[in-house]
């Protein structure tokens, strides 16, 4: 069975609205596992569009898996799949959690040199002017399908220590640590991007696509950047996860980050 993105989207901009409100609708959980749509001509009232533009984005939800049309019996969702494989990742534990997922999923190596990196991670790096990194592209799969489109900039005496094949084979995490590399800490940011070309065709999604976006920054001991990593992210295959607890009193109380905890306050487990 297909995924939503790796389905091809639906020609014209209403029904890729409909098809994309729908498809987030089953990812999040607001339609759930089962559950009968309403008909064409009730989703063309809600939306505001014809039904001819409904039963393109119906279409093209069921070349995607996420729908199944019967005869008699309506559209039903079949979204069982799609949570099945999602990988989720608690915030506070991602570190250990992404090193495990390093060893229980494979690779595929898409490219690797040693060039000149862009400005901003030569400056995360405290690259010299001019110095060159190893900078290597995989994608990363699950179960054979691809979850995660991953460039890593490693300063080049650091990345002289292993070779093309060991990179295709092992995680980054370990071969660092082969070569001598104390790692002590990482700052890591999160936000949102879209499915250029290449990228769509490695993750096998539409182009233009949402993804999950992840940079990383990899120090040693001495403070030395030793990893810059960009990392794309299939949202219907990865999410990230954070427990929260209630703090303080009376009107300040407030909402924050469980670090270190198991996510429960007054009895009640917290999920974002």
């Known amino acids: 069975m297909e995924t939503a993105s790796s389905a091809k989207l639906p020609d014209g901009a209403k029904a ?15 339609l ?6 309403p008909g064409e001509q009730k989703l063309a009232e809600a939306y505001s569009v014809s039904r001819v533009t409904v039963r393109r ?11 199944e049309k019967r005869i008699g019996s309506g559209t039903r969702v ?15 534990t991602l570190m250990p959690q992404l090193v495990e997922m390093g060893q229980s999923t494979t ?15 030569a400056q995360a790096l405290a690259l010299n002017a001019n110095e060159k990194a190893q900078i290597a592209t995989r994608v990363r799969l699950a179960d054979n ?17 292993y070779s093309e094949n060991d990179l295709a084979t092992t995680p980054l995490f370990k071969l660092l640590e082969r070569s001598g590399v104390q790692i002590d800490a990482a700052h890591q940011s999160v936000s949102a991007s879209l499915a250029g070309p290449e990228v769509a065709e490695a993750l ?9 976006s992840m940079k990383r920054i990899v120090r040693d001991i001495d403070g030395n950047g030793v990893e810059y990593l960009s990392g794309l992210y299939r949202p219907d295959m ?3 996860e954070m427990p929260l607890v209630r703090t303080g009193k009376g009107e300040a109380r407030h909402w924050e980050p469980a670090i270190g905890q198991t996510g429960q306050d007054e009895n009640e487990q917290v999920r974002p």
């Open 32 to 37: 759930c596992d089962g559950e009968t749509l």
């Open 78 to 92: 079949c979204s069982k799949s799609l949570t099945e494989k999602r990988a989720a990742m608690n915030f506070n």
């Open 16 to 30: 890729r609205r409909v098809y994309l409100s729908l498809c987030d609708q089953i990812s999040d959980g607001r």
């Open 107 to 121: 690779a595929r190596l898409l490219s690797f040199s040693y060039s000149q990196p862009p400005d901003y991670v």
């Open 204 to 212: 096998e999604v539409a182009e233009g696509s949402a993804l999950l």
């Open 145 to 161: 399908v691809p979850f995660s489109h991953l460039t890593t900039y490693v300063p080049t005496h650091i990345a002289r220590n």
């Open 57 to 67: 984005a119906l279409d093209a939800l069921s070349a995607a898996g996420l729908i």
């Open 238 to 240: 990865f999410s990230l």
